[in-house]
């Protein structure tokens, strides 16, 4: 069957190739025709099954619907529509990808064709920084073309804007609607705006798009810790004479033991609100030239308060112990207080872009284009955020996961110590005890004093581009085009971190502090999408009050009293800093890279048994040169909590060392595309490439990371590597695609991946200097960490290192199908529905506790879209699955997040070609995040983010 190019489809790849990259918009848009602009739904199948068809490349494409109208509320959402992404949310919306199971860091993200700065720590970029309104189109370019930017190993991925010029005439759009959580029971609303239009003979073309976004949600969580310090699993050993600690008196004998360090049953109170727009000037003087002038911004203010109540443990104080056939803690009982923590995650960002573009057709056979861009991200939230955490009298704690629920069941109970031997060990003692009643709310009246401290994060990311394009259009029957050209371009990423340096100090000096700081509350429908019974009891803080009360010199003073310290003590240490914030040297760091690359590419046009071939090949060099800037903080003293077991009292010097570290490095970077058209409906596919992926920023930083408050058990320490090399791989993929109508088809591919270099963590026991260690004489020290007479401290260090090897295989397949040549209504039913099988060389080895190597994000996913569009009725259900996959370290014990699926729901009424209303439904399954750790009965992280719902009206002139 032979299907010819419509109209609309020729105008279609037109219009969206347009928009981009230079090289790529001379390899893929050839035909000049009428502009027509995509609206509707079965329209934009139509663009993607054009676009995919038409590529020299395997790629695959997200078409808005019309102008403002991208298939989902959230850029990233949309995206994992396509075969092999998937994406991790943050707050129930979309904030990172990952493609063929290749996490976030490893896909590089365009805007334009430039790279757009993010408020990301690491590579990562955000999506939720941009509203999906002001995006026209999405390529996620699955194979490389040396004419693209290096550093996605997964994909680069192109997110594309509206150009007045590409429309062509006035076009105005209006739209508006409310966002209902179902957890919160509050109502936001959202509404956008463009309007575009040509002046002087179309040869000036002027472009404005606004929107804004509210969102007040609420998020239910269970929570194994609040920092990355604290979340995690730590060991214990048990000798013989401890196993009647053992509910069995026995557990699994003597040994090594797991048990998680703290649980917490937190509750999300989120206001967000992202405003964003773009600006799009364009003048073509004369017919060979036309210069585009574009920026973008977007604001996105989070302001999160997160209030918890949760255990730590103490390892002295745990008994009644159940462990699993790996020497997993599933269920203890704890001497211990009940704590209570609020806490904030603010998050005010901003994101620009500015850049201009000049494309100049020089001659008949040559043509360029110049471009230069300044993307900034910046996140100001040092100093604005807050931890404070009060504790109660000791109770019985008691935290049990064998109920088969979806996370641990933590209870309190009231006791009364015996003094006779209760539990029958030989020893009377406080396990002696007899068991009382369990305790339902917090109590107000009995919170003393304990963690507390002001800080936050700043982030500012800042990329300066410029690079140059050619094409020379050969001459010629088997050499159709040569592409070549250069960029040069600058990132300076820097992250000042902020804390109060006194966090700790009522933590080893408590008092009492007043009710009315406390507010008791039952927080209603808590963990309502989660199998279990969960504990909805929680204190709110005033936080204001509390750290007011802490700083009186009255209450000062009675520390000095109830602790007994002799008058003046406590104000002499606290004051005059308090809880104001300092630079948290040792997290702070500033990362310069410069890169350097050039490319050269050709197009080879032939026939094969009648059948016409395109082969893109070519070559990059790209040159990487990086400064690091990091802070070390020695440790002058270290003494034994006078109050708290197992912790340990850090004074830490004033004076920071700036640690600066270089390094540089090259690769050549070769690419071939080629295209079959077997048929002019069948193509076939093969690709070779060799891709990068620079490490993570993160990782680059010299200097070495404690926790703010050290214990004897946590004597850790996570540092970078500045002289880490990039990830390289070799990748190969083939594709057979079917496009059996303008809207169907039927595509399956292969590829593989074989990447060297890749960076794995290592734990070795490196000794700290420390002046003052006398007051360690005597401390209990059975893993020989505390060396006195030499005054060294021993921790375990954690470092990234390039060691190893690795390869990923992986399958796609996508399906398209509108069933017009059935009878009305059924004619307007269509589905799309793709597969994603992916697997490596390296599962990850639980038995392995060092130089463990997973791929982040490395697993299957499966997508249906079920629709209807008859140009009144437009409706459209997703489902999304996608299964188990690893999600990062944390030092050197992994994370995993189990299978998660979600359905979501739009519909929408034509009026008429104008006017539109809609409902939409998100996440309608109420489903619900959950993470483990080495093993399955390792609980970590439970998210219940709730339903969303939406429903609004939009017009167009």
């Not at 269509?830 to 992916?838: D, E, F, K, R």
């Amino acid at each position: 069957m032979f299907i010819k190019k419509t109209k609309v489809a020729a105008a279609v790849i037109t219009v969206l190739s347009a928009l981009n990259t230079a090289p790529l918009l001379a390899e893929e848009a050839k035909e000049n025709v009428e502009v027509i602009t995509v609206t509707g739904l079965k329209n934009s199948l139509v663009a993607v099954a054009a676009l995919k068809k038409d590529s020299n490349f395997i790629k695959d494409s997200i078409v808005s619907e019309d102008i403002g109208k991208f298939p989902d509320s959230n850029v990233a959402e949309s995206l994992q529509r396509i075969s092999g992404v998937s994406i991790d949310r943050n707050g129930g919306e979309g904030q990172k990808v990952t493609v063929r199971g290749f996490g976030p860091e490893f896909n590089t993200v365009l805007l334009n064709g430039r790279r757009m700065a993010s408020d990301s720590p690491g590579r990562a970029f955000h999506f939720d920084l941009l509203s999906s309104e002001l995006i026209g189109a999405a390529d996620v370019f699955k194979t490389s073309s040396v004419a693209l930017q290096e550093g996605g190993i997964g994909s680069t991925i192109n997110l594309k804007t509206q150009k007045p010029l590409d429309i062509g005439k006035f076009k105005a759009v209006a739209s508006a609607k409310g966002m209902y959580e179902d957890k919160s029971s509050e109502l936001s609303p959202n509404i956008f705006g463009f309007v575009s239009n040509t002046f002087a003979d179309d040869t000036i073309g002027l472009l404005l798009s606004v929107s804004h976004q509210e969102r007040v949600s609420t998020q239910d969580s269970i929570l194994t810790g609040t920092t990355p310090e604290s979340g995690r699993w730590d060991t214990q050993n048990y000798t013989g004479s401890d196993l009647w600690k053992f509910r069995d008196n026995q557990g699994n004998g003597a040994g090594k033991y797991t048990y998680q360090r703290q649980y917490n049953y937190a509750r999300s109170l989120e206001d967000r609100s992202r405003t964003g727009a773009t600006g799009v000037f364009q003048y073509t003087p004369n017919e060979n030239m036309v210069l585009t002038i574009d920026g973008l911004y977007s604001k996105l203010d989070v302001e999160s308060t997160i209030n918890d109540r949760f255990s730590h443990r103490s390892p002295p104080a745990i008994h009644n112990l159940v462990a699993d056939e790996n020497n997993v803690i599933t269920s203890y009982d704890m001497i211990e207080s009940p704590m209570y923590v609020q806490f904030s995650n603010n998050r005010p960002s901003t994101a620009k872009q500015f850049g201009a573009k000049l494309e100049w057709e020089l001659s008949d056979n040559l043509s360029a284009v110049f471009d230069v861009s300044k993307s900034t991200a910046e996140m100001k939230a040092g100093g604005k955020d807050y931890y404070v955490v009060s504790r109660a009298s000791d109770h019985i704690l008691r935290v049990d996961n064998t109920q088969g629920g979806d996370a641990p069941i933590m209870q309190v109970f009231k006791f009364t110590p015996n003094s006779t031997d209760t539990n029958q060990d030989g020893n009377i003692d406080s396990f002696d005890y007899t068991l009382g009643s369990e305790v339902l709310a917090a109590d107000p009246n009995d919170q003393r004093s304990w963690f507390g401290k002001r800080k936050g994060e700043n982030f500012k990311d800042d990329i300066t581009e410029l690079k140059a394009d050619f094409t020379w259009f050969v001459d010629s029957e088997f050499i159709t085009e040569v592409t070549f050209g250069a960029i040069t371009s600058t990132q300076e990423k820097s992250k000042y971190d902020t804390t109060s340096p006194n966090a700790g100090f009522y933590l080893n000096g408590r008092v009492d502090l007043p009710a009315d700081i406390f507010t008791p509350v039952n927080r209603s429908g808590f963990l309502s999408g989660a199998q279990g019974d969960f504990r909805s009891d929680a204190l709110y803080f005033n936080q204001e009050a509390w750290f007011e009360y802490l700083e009186r010199p009255e209450t000062l003073a009675q520390r000095d009293t109830e602790n007994g310290l002799a008058p003046g003590t406590s104000a002499s240490d606290f004051l005059p800093g308090g809880y104001n914030v300092v630079q948290d040297s040792p997290r702070s760091y500033n990362i310069e890279e410069d890169i350097v690359s050039a490319y050269v590419n050709g197009t080879f046009e032939m026939e094969v048994a009648d059948m016409p071939l395109v082969i893109n090949a070519g070559v990059r060099y790209t040159e990487t040169k990086l400064d690091s800037l990091g802070y070390a903080q020695a440790f002058v003293e270290v003494k034994p909590s006078p109050s708290v077991t197992d912790s340990l009292v850090v004074q830490r010097s004033s004076e920071v060392t700036p640690l600066i570290a270089s390094s540089d490095y090259s690769e050549f970077l070769p690419s071939m595309n080629a295209r079959l058209d077997i048929t002019d409906n069948f193509v076939a596919r093969v690709a070779y490439s060799k891709t990068l992926t620079r490490p993570e920023m993160t990782m680059l930083n010299p200097a070495a990371v404690t926790a703010q408050e050290i214990r004897y058990t946590g004597l850790e320490a996570t540092a970078g590597n500045p002289d880490l090399e990039p990830f390289v791989a070799d990748n190969f993929d083939l594709s057979l695609e079917w496009y059996y109508s303008e809207t169907g088809f039927l595509t399956a591919g292969f590829f593989r991946k074989d990447i060297n270099g890749f960076i794995v963590s290592g734990v070795e026991r490196e000794g700290l200097t420390i002046p003052k260690l006398d007051a360690l004489i005597g401390y209990p020290d059975p893993d020989n960490k505390i060396d006195v007479a030499n005054n060294t401290l021993f921790l375990d260090v954690t470092r990234p290192r390039n060691l190893e090897e690795t390869s990923v295989d992986g399958v796609e397949i996508a399906f398209q199908q509108v069933f017009d040549m059935l009878p009305a209504p059924f004619n307007a039913i269509g589905v799309s529905a793709n597969l994603t099988y992916v697997d490596s060389d390296h599962d990850f080895d639980v038995t392995k506790t060092d130089n463990n190597l997973a791929l982040p994000g490395l697993g299957d996913s499966k997508n249906i879209v079920l629709f209807y569009d008859d140009e009144t009725i437009e409706a459209r259900i997703a489902y999304n699955k996608r299964s188990k996959f690893f999600s990062r370290f944390q030092g050197i014990e992994p994370w995993f997040t189990e299978e998660y699926d979600q359905i979501d729901v739009r519909v929408a009424y034509n009026f008429n070609e104008t006017t539109q209303v809609f409902i939409e439904g998100t996440n309608l399954t109420d489903s619900v995040v959950k993470q483990h750790g080495r093993y399955e009965s390792q609980f970590l992280q439970l998210d219940d983010t709730g339903r969303r719902y939406a429903f609004g009206v939009r017009t167009s002139f």
